[in-house]
């Protein structure tokens, strides 16, 4: 489908500086930290908040992002609906990375335990 390319081809090209600081407003928004934030995105992708900081002020693209990222080799466990799509149905591999993150972002949001966030570690 070309819309599913399109939408792929977007969320490539977009940059996780740009996308970060909504993810920190609707965490705080929740009453959640930028520590914890950063926690779950370095769960997700091994990136430490010095890795983070500089990702964001050398304004990489999620496909960079992802490209440099150790994947945690449970994320596989991240499953559910996010963005009106089913994560672990998703066929292109960078977008449903982007919705991995997007989906702990979710729950960090929405008052999940940190270990359940987290798959038990």
Known sequence: MSNTDIHNERIAK??????YPLYLAKVEKKGRTKEELDQVIEWLTGFNNEMLEDLIIENVTFETFFQRASLNPNAYLITGV??????E??????????RYLD????ELAKGRKMEKI???L
């Open 14 to 19: 977009m940059t996780f500086a740009s996308v």
């Open 82 to 87: 996010i963005c009106g799509y089913r994560v």
């Open 89 to 98: 149905e998703i066929e292109n591999t960078l977008t449903r990375q982007v």
């Open 103 to 106: 989906k702990l972002v979710d």
């Open 118 to 120: 987290l798959r038990g």
